[in-house]
């Protein structure tokens, strides 16, 4: 008897089969010469999920791997640490004094800010904006000013509406942050730091997602790696094989904590983020832990959101895909480029309809960044805008609510944003369950050196 798997059983992220055109579309994206390989790829990608679809991927692994750099190809990116320490650009700013009062309401700020953001996008995440407006529309929400409540939703939405309505965690049915990725890794961290202490080795963050979470709690380039780290695979490896989503925003939706203790070192907070990053990403994936872990670090020390961007993007390569994005939506604000145009850019630039676009470290860094500019510090005004222009809505909204947090502090945020979380993270770590957001935060200061 042959001995083999149910490959209609595995689902897109197990099996590097399923996904095969979203590695094409990376490996663009890197300026790999591949071109003259599209056509296999798109005939192995319409393959029925067997073993033959397997054995095929496997030589398109091999191909990638052998892979050259398109001489025109403009852009540096490398994945090791020392590497890009030599391509960053150096930015400096006045920093505002920090005591020990307004450190602690901006470390609790940090916390709330994150969960409030995520609450925000979360019943909404992975739908696109042509239903999403119309949603917002609907229910008098549209510019988005409120959380989405469950009142909102019709039967006649639940009808005819491709995305799934019912049975989602809407901020008048909830009981504090529901259990999500985007939050479950802040508290991760923090068990890091007290096992592996503030100078853990990637080897440690492998260890650690083995011993805490299910499988079922990672999504994308986590599930990939963390089935790598199963295999034998140890990292950097880990981020690399049977990986197509190695630039997706997996990684910058982990970096906060490290942004959390170190409060005006962002160099420090971006190391740790790279340590982080890098068991499951590469390029423009590690840099975007990295961005947002630094954004939040200057986040603790200047009110300017100019210098917090520019402070977060100072720890990446400056000849990278990303620094240019975020500089770029940078250079826009400043000249004038009104607030519309300039997420009507991002969508023109990436196809929120294509998971490799929706999900993309690049595109989502991009409205994170628009949504703190043209926020002007604003809380509810900027998790608003990062979640109502779509792409990834919890994310997005969770790392905007991070950085104005650690800026504004816990008195910062407006009662309509904390109530519904009731300053509880419900997680899906073991051994944690549901933690106290406050008591989060306190535990947090012991991390600072």
């Known amino acids: 008897m042959k001995i083999k798997p149910n490959y209609e059983k595995l689902d897109s992220w197990a099996s590097y089969a399923n996904d095969i055109m979203v590695e094409y579309a990376q490996c663009i994206d890197e300026g790999l010469c591949i071109e003259q390989y599209k056509e296999l790829f798109e005939a192995v990608s ?46 400096s700013f006045k920093e505002n004094s920090l005591d020990e009062k307004t450190l602690e309401s901006k470390i609790h700020g940090a916390w709330m800010g994150r ?3 995520c609450l925000l996008g979360k019943p909404v995440e992975c739908i696109r904006t042509d239903e999403l407006v119309p949603l917002l ?22 009808e005819n509406f491709k995305f799934q309505l019912r049975g989602k965690a809407y901020a008048d049915t909830v009981d504090g942050m529901p259990v999500d990725d985007d939050t479950n890794y802040v508290v991760l961290a923090q068990k890091i730091i007290n096992d592996y202490g503030r100078d853990f080795k990637p080897a440690d963050v492998a260890e650690a997602w083995i011993k805490y979470q299910p499988i079922n709690a990672y999504f994308t380039a986590e599930r990939v790696a963390f089935q790598n780290f199963i ?29 959390y203790i170190n409060p005006g070192k962002p160099e420090q907070a971006a190391d740790m983020a790279f340590r982080d990053a890098s ?25 300017s959101i100019e210098d917090i961007i520019l402070g977060g993007i100072a720890q990446i390569p400056a000849s990278s895909r990303l620094y240019e994005a975020i500089a770029g939506v940078l250079e826009d604000y400043r000249s004038g480029v009104p607030q519309a145009d300039e997420f009507k850019k991002i969508h023109t ?10 999900c993309h470290t690049v595109s989502n860094a991009m409205i994170v960044a628009a949504a703190l500019l043209y926020g002007g510090g604003d809380f509810g ?16 909204g969770a790392t905007v609510g991070s950085v104005l947090g650690m800026r504004n502090g816990i008195d910062g945020i407006g009662e309509e944003w904390k109530k519904p979380v009731n300053d509880k993270i419900h997680t899906s770590i073991f051994g944690v369950g549901t933690v106290s957001i406050s008591e989060m935060a306190k535990a947090t200061l012991k991390h600072i050196e």
């Open 115 to 117: 969960a409030c953001g």
């Open 231 to 259: 295999k034998g695979y140890e990292p950097p490896i880990s981020a690399i094989n049977e990986n197509p989503y190695r630039e997706w925003i997996g990684a910058q939706i982990r970096g906060d904590y490290f942004g």
């Open 279 to 303: 068991i499951s990403h590469i390029k423009n994936g590690i840099y975007g832990e990295m961005f947002a872990s630094a954004m939040i670090a200057c986040a603790a020390v200047t009110d």
């Open 46 to 91: 319409k393959l029925e999920n067997t073993g033959i679809k397997k054995d095929f991927a496997d030589v398109i692994q091999k191909i990638v791997r052998s892979a050259k750099i398109r001489d025109d190809y403009k852009y540096n990116e490398p994945s090791t640490l020392d590497e890009i320490k030599v391509l960053r650009k150096e930015h």
């Open 381 to 396: 005004k900027s998790i608003c805008m990062a979640v109502e222009t779509g792409f990834d809505t919890d994310c997005n």
């Open 137 to 158: 529309k609907h229910s008098g929400n549209y510019p988005m000013h409120r959380y989405i409540l469950s009142t909102d939703i019709t039967d006649e939405m639940c």
């Open 349 to 358: 630039l990436f196809d929120e309809y294509s998971g490799h676009g929706w």
